[in-house]
């Protein structure tokens, strides 16, 4: 299958539909958290920078990574207050997988997450700015191989989380040597279900103890006798 046929299908050139409001949630409440990059393979970088807030803002910046033969970048910023959390990357190079990207981000609010791409292509294939969840991509590499691509990856974590990846990079597969980088990642708690309005009860008239119910008249017409 052509590289063109195959992203096609994944979506990762179509527009997404918008994403839906949930009338029926209040605000989140749980922890949140971002990272801008990490990566584990025979290249390892942890998660950089790394936040975590359950109720105040959080927020870090860095300019550049450790020094390593795989990611290169010029800044990473995340942010995380509770119920959301943003991560971004400016200037992206992965040379071994042929990606590139002016500007890398990803957001989760209660329970609701997106990704947006600005300039990013790999191959020389441009990638959508606002991929569908979960677009996946294979393209060949020279040199390299097969490397596979998750736009907006989105995981629905067990305790009710939600974790959007702008990009998840895999490459070396093919050769026993894996090799998996996570771009611009954020994760958030779930929106409260709001519990449906109950009307009030309405009242009832009591009887005080030891006392009978006074009787209710039932109108009637009485038979006349002579």
């Known amino acids: 299958m052509t590289l063109t046929a195959s992203v096609a299908i994944a979506g990762a050139i179509a527009v ?28 390892n ?40 959390s943003r991560a971004s990357v400016v200037d992206l190079k992965v040379v071994k997988a042929a990606l590139s990207a002016h500007l890398i981000t990803s957001k989760c609010v209660a329970g609701k997450g997106s990704s947006h791409l600005v300039k990013a292509s790999i191959a020389g294939h441009r990638l959508a700015a606002a991929a569908a969840p979960n677009s996946a991509i294979t393209v060949p590499v020279q040199g390299v191989g097969s490397v596979s691509v998750v ?61 009978a119910p006074a009787p209710t008249p039932v109108p009637s017409d009485l038979p006349v006798t002579g």
Do not use: M, R, Y
Not at 29 to 40: E, H, N
Not at 174 to 202: E, L, R, W
């Open 16 to 43: 997404p539909a918008a994403l839906a409001a949930t009338a029926s949630a209040s605000p989140a409440t749980g922890t949140a958290s971002a990272f801008g990059v990490s990566a584990t393979g025979l290249v």
């Open 151 to 211: 736009l907006n990856k989105q995981t629905h974590n067990a305790d009710g989380s939600l974790t959007v990846t702008a990009v998840e990079v895999k490459l070396g597969l093919a050769t026993g040597q894996a090799q998996t980088i996570d771009i611009s990642s954020a994760t958030c708690a779930a929106a409260q279900a709001t519990p449906p309005h109950q009307p009030a009860p309405t009242p009832t008239q009591s009887t005080p103890p030891g006392q």
């Open 45 to 84: 970088i942890p998660q950089v920078p790394a936040v975590t807030s359950s109720s105040g803002a959080q927020n870090k910046s860095l300019a550049e990574l450790p020094p390593n033969p795989l990611v290169k970048l010029k800044v990473l910023h995340t942010s995380a207050a509770g119920a959301s």
